[in-house]
């Protein structure tokens, strides 16, 4: 059964309250480092880009299914979320999934391994 993505399209509230309206544009990967998975959204009209460490995406995949897609927007939109609803700043020091938010966020979401 394919995966339908929660978090293609969102919202989400700072601490402020307000509700930000969040959409999934479009994926990539950067060629240089690790090989990151980079993921796109609109925030409130605003560009964000989440990225997923291509060797936390390795290591975690190693011995288990690959993820889809559709599983990896979701991570790194949930990743997102977290960050909006904290209140931090945007940028790509808070928006890389590393290893070990790669396994509690897939967790979080009951993603079967």
Known sequence: MAHEPLYERFEAA???????????KRSGFLALGD????????????????????DALRRFQRGRRYLSREEKIDLTGLLLKQ??????????????IRDEELAGLAGALGLPL
């Open 14 to 24: 700072g601490p402020d309250g307000i509700r930000q309206a969040v959409e999934f």
């Open 83 to 96: 960050a909006i609803e904290a209140g931090k700043e945007l940028v790509s020091e808070n928006l890389i």
């Open 35 to 54: 090989h990151p998975e980079l993921y796109f959204f609109s925030v409130a009209g605003e560009e964000a880009v989440v990225g997923i460490s291509g």
